[in-house]
Each structure stands twice: as structure tokens, then as C-alpha cells.
């Protein structure tokens, strides 16, 4: 039999006399006593004690972790330790990329560009282009638009500047305009039928030229639409003075004393010009007169008178001194007449 230690016994002993108590205390009470809840407790108590002396642990006691087999430990560990693979994840497939078709150009040509510096403070740029609108699908040329485009440079008087350009640009814009018209009606055209169209494509042209006297310049201006060599299909010339000082456009009724009695002597003299021996015209016959300057010389104000006839626009030169009496004081500054 196993020697209890000497504080085992007198726990022993204490427990003992807590048990004799508690059952003096029910004998006392026997009225009242639930006798199924007295057994557990005393099934408590006997555990209790068997803890004290031998030991041992109640079936209650939550485990003690350093009783866990280390194996199981172990093999714990390395699972919580080793991280599950990572997949690979597999990319998406990608289309052939399509090639983006490059567009035809627009403007393929700015081939010169002149400056022609014309006094102290004005220089007058013309630049010659060339520009094409070509078919979406298979590229074909179906309109073209050539010509020139004219630009003036004032720096002493940028607003001046920026008036007469504003003026002259208006009809390059009319022709561009023009251009992007013609090329949509080309496109319809050509995709009711290129053959056809082919025949005869539609061209776009405009140009300017200039003349100066030192005080006013004079720009002529043309642009026609044709479809297919000699089909004239749109067109337009017409002839603007502006005095460089002011910025103003110069009209007949700025220079003239009596507009009707000026326009009819310039009108004589277009007719004149413009008469052969098979065909006689009179100044009736010839519209729109007037006057575009050229540069002064040996006391000449040396000029052209430019008119109508028929739709055909004709010239004739002219000596400005022989008008003197139809023009105002402003008319004969301006075309440099000194009486």
C-alpha cells in the first residue's frame, strides 16, 4: 500500500471533517434533501481528494498542450509552415493585331514659297500648293487643288495687316471651300460608278498676282472648278485695290467725281483694247471697270483698266494722268497724279 506524505494526510484529514460536517448539516435538514444532486456532489468530492493524494487530473481538466505527441506536432507545424502552390495563371489570348492603313495625305506639296518685299514696310508672300483628295478604300485621286496663296507682311502696322489679309484670305476660303464640296460630290460619284467619273475628275484652282505704286496694291484674283480638261463648271475673277495706308479696300466711288463718267472712259478704252478687225466692241458692251496700278515711272502713273465683255474679262493700259479730270483729290494722291 502506497505511504501517503504528511500533508496528504492532514488534507486528508481537513476534507474529512468538511464531509462529516456537510452531513451533519443534511441529517438536520432531511426534509429538504435532493438526494441525486447529494450524490454528485459527494462524487465531487471523492475526485477532489484522489487529485490531492494520487494526483491525478479530473476528467473536466482541459488537456495540457505539452502532452500533445510531438510527431503530431511536428507534422503541424510543417503543414501550417509550407505554403499551398501558387498556379500559374494563363494569359489571355491576343488577337493578330490589324494594321492600321495609313490615310492618303492631304497636302503633298508646298513646292515655293516667294517673298517679294515690295517696299520699307511691305513684304507680299505667294505660295504655290498642290493638294489631292483621294478615294477611303483603294486610295484613287479624285480631286485636286492647286494654285497659289497670298499673304502680306506689315510688321510697322500688324492691324493693318491683319485687315487686308482678312480680306484676301475670304477668297482663298470661298475656293477651299469649293474643294471640300466638289470632293464629297467626287465621292458619291465614284462609288455609283469610278469608271465613269474617272472620265472626267473634278480640279479646283485658285491664284492671285499683285501690282503696287507705293500706295496702293492691287491683287487679282481668280478660282475655277473643272470637271474632266475644259468643262468649266464654277468660276470666279475678280480685281480689289487697298491702300496699304489705311487698310481700306479703294472703290470707284472713293476716287472718282462723277463714278458713271470714269467708268465709261475706262470702259472705252477696254473696248478699244479688246476689238480686232473680224469683231468691233463699244463701251457698252463692257462691265465692271476698273482700275489696277502698277508702279510709277518718268512721271507716268502707268495703270491697266481691266472690264468685262461677254463674261471674258479683258485689259487695256492706261495713263492715269488722262483721267485726272474724273477723279476726286483723294483718287489723285492715291494714284500718285501730280495736277
Known sequence: MKRLSKKAVNTSKGIMIVVVSVLGTITLAAC???????????????????????????????????????????ETDETAETPAPTATPTPAPTGTPVPTPTPMPDRVDFSELT??????????????????????????????????????????????????????????????????????????????????????????????????????????????????????????????????LTGNLVTPAMVAK????????????????????????TASQVTDPVIVVHAQGNGTAFAEAYGFINGTRFNAPVDLTNYADYLNSYGKIVYKINR
Do not use: C, W
Open 32 to 74: 429538504s434533501i435532493n438526494y441525486r444532486e447529494l450524490a454528485d456532489g459527494i462524487n465531487d468530492i471523492g475526485r477532489g481528494m484522489d487529485h490531492m493524494v494520487n494526483g491525478t487530473s479530473s476528467a473536466r481538466e482541459t488537456e495540457d498542450p505539452s502532452d500533445t505527441d510531438p510527431t503530431e506536432s511536428s
Open 115 to 244: 517673298t517679294d518685299e515690295i517696299s520699307d514696310t511691305l513684304e507680299v508672300q505667294l505660295e504655290e500648293f498642290a493638294e489631292s483628295h483621294h478615294d477611303e478604300e483603294d486610295g484613287e485621286e479624285l480631286v485636286t487643288f492647286a494654285g497659289n496663296r497670298m499673304v502680306l507682311s506689315m510688321p510697322e502696322n500688324e492691324n493693318i495687316q491683319l485687315a487686308l489679309n482678312s480680306l484676301i484670305d475670304g477668297f482663298y476660303y470661298e475656293a477651299e471651300g469649293l474643294y471640300n464640296r466638289y470632293s464629297g460630290e467626287a465621292d458619291a460619284a465614284y462609288a455609283l460608278d469610278s469608271e465613269i467619273y474617272m472620265e472626267a475628275p473634278y480640279a479646283v484652282s485658285v491664284n492671285f498676282s499683285y501690282s503696287y505704286n507705293g500706295r496702293l496694291l492691287s491683287v487679282i484674283k481668280n478660282y475655277e472648278v473643272t470637271q474632266g480638261e475644259e468643262n468649266i463648271i464654277d468660276e470666279k475673277k475678280e480685281i480689289d485695290t487697298y491702300d496699304v
Open 258 to 281: 462723277d463714278t458713271t463718267a470714269l467708268g465709261n472712259a475706262l470702259a472705252a478704252s477696254i473696248a478699244f483694247a479688246a476689238s480686232t478687225e473680224e469683231v468691233q466692241y
